[in-house]
């Protein structure tokens, strides 16, 4: 393809109908923002270059011919632009924007066309002709600052708060906060841009992070969000439960900001945590003795745990077997013996045992001195700290 193409225009002097005529001068393109290099002087190069992951908005006007009211501008000879940009047709010139994806020096062909008045142009146009220029892009990799969300993670009073910011695309960066404040008890380092300190007041802050390069002519800005919080914290909690008993433990949060949501791991068979609200609810199925490591987590992705007592006892019962035969006159003693259940026990037992022999309420133990001989029939029970109540008949007798 041709370098450029001038196409010249006819003045014809006076007017024809009242209509004036258009301007003689040859349709071409302006030379700001893309001048003629020195070495190839049929090349127009733009500036400023491009960045990488920045926004990029050029406007090339053309000159001479019907402009800048009745021209056109396209892309032509199957050239492109850089990756991220593309171009539009406007009344101030073919506009180039959007954001470059890939560094490097891009040329296409770009085409100015005047559109006569039979083609919808301006009334006074009488010209359909076109002029092609090859043109240059450079895109350089832009520098950006990396941590590109604008909820930077949580800081809790008093405990110590460390962010690394890093950027790409520059050598000798400094850091500075552009705009609003940071939290108090935060500073940035302005050579290696860590965010760090101890917050020291609760709040919600919201400041501009900015990184110059060592040229002092490219930067980068983001704005943030930063919440300091009260610390997150679990309150204390244990319970005891026993198969086939309903249990229910309810787990509660503070500090962090609300709303919660709670997890929870090697909870025993049968029971499920309410992960909105925290309580520990079921009943058990098998018994478990380790501790439940309980964890929460707040809106703004604080998390902490704390392992929970909560061990699940088998089901209350008495061992059956037969008593030791007990004497008259003679000291005497038997011990009952649980399985299962929660403690403590308290021990109790209907009418039937011979005189002179009790039951410890507390340790389930008979003992005392019997005075008759006989054969003696009572039921013994046992009630653990949880409410469960087991029982079974025994049957003493006791000799001369």
């Not at 073919?94 to 040329?107: D, H, I, L, M, N």
């Not at 085409?111 to 919808?120: F, Y």
């Not at 909820?151 to 050598?171: E, K």
């Not at 021990?347 to 410890?360: H, T, Y």
Request: aromatic share 6%.
């Amino acid at each position: 393809m041709r370098r450029f193409r001038i196409v010249l225009l006819l003045a014809v002097a006076g007017t024809v109908a009242g209509i004036a005529v258009p301007n003689a001068k040859a349709l071409g393109f302006e030379d700001t923002p893309c001048g003629l290099t020195a070495t190839d002087g049929q090349l127009k190069v733009c500036k400023p270059n491009a960045e990488t992951g920045k926004a990029y908005n050029l406007v090339i006007p053309g000159k001479g011919g019907c402009t800048p009211d009745s021209v056109h501008y396209d892309i032509v000879g199957g050239s492109s632009l850089p990756p991220g940009l593309s171009m539009s047709s406007t009344g101030s010139g073919a506009v180039v924007s959007g954001v470059p994806t890939q560094a490097g020096s891009f040329r296409f062909w770009l085409q100015v066309s005047d559109i006569d008045a039979s083609h919808g142009g301006a009334p006074w146009c009488s010209d359909q002709k076109q002029s092609q220029w090859e043109f240059e892009i450079t895109v350089v990799p832009g520098l950006q600052i990396q941590q590109r969300q604008s909820i930077l993670s949580a800081g809790q009073v008093n405990t110590a708060y460390n962010l690394q910011f890093s950027a790409t695309g520059g050598t000798g960066l400094s850091w500075s906060v552009a705009s609003g404040a940071l939290p108090a008890g935060l500073t940035l380092n302005a050579g290696t841009g860590l965010l760090s300190g101890t917050p020291t007041a609760v709040g919600d802050y919201h400041f501009q992070v900015k990184v110059t390069d060592s040229s002092g002519s490219r930067s980068d800005i983001q704005t943030y969000a930063l919440s300091v919080v009260e610390p997150l914290r679990i309150a204390k909690a244990r319970s005891v439960g026993e198969v086939g008993r309903p249990l229910s433990l309810a787990l509660t949060a503070s500090g962090g900001k609300a709303p919660y949501t709670w997890a929870a791991a090697n909870l025993p068979g049968g029971l499920t945590l309410d992960a909105a609200t925290g309580a520990i609810s079921g009943t058990p199925t098998v018994a478990a003795a380790g501790p439940v490591k309980v964890t929460v987590t707040d809106s703004l992705g604080l998390a902490t745990s704390l392992s929970v007592a909560l061990p699940v006892v088998s089901h209350l019962s008495l061992t059956r077997g037969p008593l030791t035969t007990a004497k008259v006159g003679a000291v005497y003693s038997f011990r009952f013996v649980t399985v299962g259940g929660a403690r403590p026990f308290k021990w109790s037992v209907a009418a039937g045992l011979p005189a002179g022999i009790k039951l410890n309420a507390k340790t389930g133990r008979l003992s005392g001195v019997a005075k008759r001989a006989g054969t003696y029939h009572f039921r013994v029970q046992v009630t653990d700290g949880l409410g469960v109540h087991a029982s079974v008949g025994a049957v003493l007798k006791v000799s001369r």
